[in-house]
């Protein structure tokens, strides 16, 4: 709470995440309805959720089964709190377990569709019809409500599918309204937010950059700051909005460390140094560090050389820029929520590791400026959009902080580089070209370190085999390999085959994560 920038909305709800797979998504679906929520553990005690003056909480699902040791609660306090509580789930199995009713798990797990039929819509279902199409995936069920309590709705496998008390502030629901297979889910927790809770749909992006530059013009003052693009949207939109604020009294560092794509260098350059017009110090670092990844070949001692070789050279560069301009306050870092969130205090500030600034020795104090630590990937995303950040950029794939280093079994080399740089820009283009960027979470290539024999002409060729890599994922935790169209593989070995010096076969990754990870190293 100490590190926020922007003061507290005035219309938010709490959720506590029970580690739902759907966690995220209900905060997404209450953000998308224009109000401002916040993911707070479960165990939360009532008086922090308090302090974030929500209107109403939502309880998400969860894995564990209420009757579980261990199984995680929430403060007892919260159900005579006079807060409005939406139980999901989990959630709801909870709040009536914890009132004095009985969840029994069920002998199968009810997974998939189901027809809700409504008895009572009073606020929560209003508007809605007498049936609806709901997602239901739960092991136990509710098979006694406590006393107080009544029936809005069942579906036939499910007497208690939602539930009220008499009060009219606490609810639960079995299914999922925030999954799109719930026809009318978003209409459910709008009623909720709106009719329930009070709440006005104050959260939107163009309110969120006129408070960020505001309030980024009173945390600076007249100080300086720096900030270390990486090339992804995140530092990308952090810097816009400081540039906005603060004008040139930012400086953005771009390393160019010589693992990077083709094309990513002139790319940063062009947006941010002539179409936004911030200023930019690209950095051509290439030879150091292939010079410090000379010889290593471990996966892991690959990311810490990178690591610390970048570190390094920020550092240097950082002080060079000192003499030139007076002293830097502020290094601005892309923090954003899913961060906040996984760091798990729900308000502490970490550096983000993989963005490899969280070296720097102590005599570099720099006040942190985290400009986008409220906002979730795709409101980053709308944000840079609306700055003017170019689509390149906007929808750029997520690329790990060690750039081709870890897309290189064995030693990198310049020559290896040049190999993986190439084939990667060839699967990208095709991927573009066939409109599938968007659906995937990232397609790549991959150089692997074995070398088979081909037949090229009438000679034979001893060349190196290429990965192509192309995954689905919702948050990169878990992910599918993406069933791409075999014209398109096609033309992607086609092109590779020809086009790449050096490489005489190339094979497709359908290994999904687990037990795989989407990088090879
Ligand atoms: P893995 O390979 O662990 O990757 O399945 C999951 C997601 O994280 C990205 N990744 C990284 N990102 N620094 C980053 O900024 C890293 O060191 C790093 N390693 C993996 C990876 O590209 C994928 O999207």
Request: aromatic letters at 6%; one cysteine or more.
């Amino acid at each position: 709470m100490e590190q926020r920038l922007l003061d507290l909305p005035e219309d938010s709800v709490v959720i506590l995440d029970f580690g739902s797979q759907y966690g995220h998504l209900i905060a997404r679906r209450v953000r998308e309805l224009g109000v401002y929520c916040w993911v707070l553990p479960p165990d939360t005690p009532l008086a922090e959720i308090r302090r974030h003056r929500p209107k109403g909480v939502i309880l998400s699902g969860g894995p564990a089964s209420v009757y579980d040791p261990g199984a995680p609660r929430c403060d007892p306090a919260l159900w005579s709190a006079g807060l409005p509580v939406l139980g999901i789930c989990y959630g709801m199995q909870l709040m009536v377990q914890a009132l004095g009713g009985r969840v029994e798990r069920a002998e199968r797990r009810e997974y998939g569709p189901a027809r809700l039929r409504i008895q009572r819509p009073g606020e929560l279902f209003a508007g809605l019809g007498a049936e609806t199409g709901v997602w239901m995936s739960h092991g136990d069920s509710v098979e006694r409500l406590p006393a107080g309590f009544r029936v809005l709705a069942s579906t036939p496998n499910t007497p208690f599918a939602a539930v009220c008390d008499d009060s009219g502030r606490l609810f639960g629901v079995q299914f999922h309204p925030e999954v799109s297979h719930t026809e009318r889910g978003r209409d459910i927790l709008a009623n909720f937010l709106f009719r329930i809770c009070g709440c006005r749909p104050t959260w939107n992006m163009g309110d969120f950059i006129e408070r960020a530059e505001a309030a980024i013009r009173r945390r600076v003052g007249e100080g300086r700051a720096l900030c270390a693009l990486s090339g992804g949207v995140d530092s990308a939109v952090a810097a816009l909005l400081v540039h906005r604020a603060i004008g040139d009294r930012l400086t953005c560092v771009f390393v160019d460390t010589g693992l990077l794509r083709a094309g990513e260098v002139e790319e940063v350059r062009r947006a941010f140094g002539e179409e936004l017009g911030i200023p930019l110090v690209v950095v051509d670092a290439r030879q150091r560090f292939l010079q410090a990844l000379r010889g290593v070949t471990d996966p892991e001692a690959k990311r810490k050389v990178v690591g610390e070789t970048f570190i390094r050279v920020f550092e240097e560069e950082a002080r060079r820029l000192e003499q030139r301009l007076g002293r830097i306050d502020f290094l601005v870092q892309g923090t954003t929520y899913p961060d906040v969130i996984e760091s798990g205090t729900g308000g502490a500030s970490t550096i983000k590791t993989h963005h490899n600034v969280g070296g720097l020795p102590p005599d570099m104090s720099f006040d942190l400026l985290e400009p986008i630590r409220d906002l979730f990937k795709d409101e980053v995303r709308e944000v840079g959009r609306r700055l003017g950040l170019p689509a390149a950029i906007v929808d750029r794939q997520p690329f790990p902080g060690p750039g081709l280093a870890i897309r290189i079994t064995g030693e990198v080399t310049e020559e290896r580089l040049a190999i993986v740089r190439e084939a990667d820009r060839i699967v990208r283009e095709e991927v573009e070209r066939a409109g599938l960027t968007r659906s995937l979470w990232q397609a790549f290539a991959v150089l692997t370190s074995t070398r088979t024999v081909g037949v090229m002409g009438d000679s034979r060729s001893y060349g190196y085999a290429v990965a192509v890599r192309a995954v689905t994922s919702r948050d990169g935790m878990t992910a599918d390999w993406a069933r791409l169209p075999y014209e398109v593989l096609e033309r992607i070995a086609i092109r590779i085959g020809n086009e790449v010096q050096g490489v005489n076969r190339v094979v497709y990754d359908i290994t999904p994560k687990p037990p795989a990870t989407i990088e090879w190293e």
